[in-house]
């Protein structure tokens, strides 16, 4: 089984890809590194990017066809700057 984990290289996102490797689950790791960090990755599928970059998103489940799900864990940490702007 295979996973998409977006925002994977964060502290939450990163323990679920951990806790997915413990468990027989493929992560396959998608984030920014704006507050992600890249050590984090080391040793999985990783690609850098945002997850509103279409492209992106198209050439990791074309690599990753088998992906069987995905777990979005992509979002800054500074509340108040995501209340302000929730588009970003």
Same mark, same amino acid.
């Given at each position: 089984?295979?996973?998409l984990? !977006?925002g994977? +290289? @964060?502290?939450?996102? $990163?323990?679920i890809a951990? !806790?997915?490797?413990?468990?027989? %689950?493929? #992560?396959v790791?998608l984030d920014?590194? *704006?507050? @992600?960090? =890249?050590?984090?990755t080391?040793g =999985?599928v990783?690609?850098e990017g945002?997850?509103?970059? @279409? +492209?992106l998103?198209?050439?990791?489940f074309?690599?990753? #066809?088998d992906?069987? +799900?995905v777990i979005d864990c992509a979002a800054? %940490?500074? *509340? #108040?700057? $995501?209340? +302000?702007?929730?588009?970003?």
């Amino acid at each position: 089984m295979k996973i998409l984990i !977006a925002g994977g +290289a @964060g502290f939450i996102g $990163s323990t679920i890809a951990s !806790a997915c490797l413990d468990n027989g %689950i493929e #992560p396959v790791i998608l984030d920014s590194l *704006v507050t @992600g960090r =890249r050590e984090f990755t080391s040793g =999985r599928v990783f690609y850098e990017g945002d997850i509103s970059d @279409g +492209a992106l998103i198209d050439t990791v489940f074309t690599d990753h #066809p088998d992906i069987n +799900a995905v777990i979005d864990c992509a979002a800054l %940490i500074v *509340v #108040p700057d $995501s209340v +302000a702007d929730p588009l970003s």
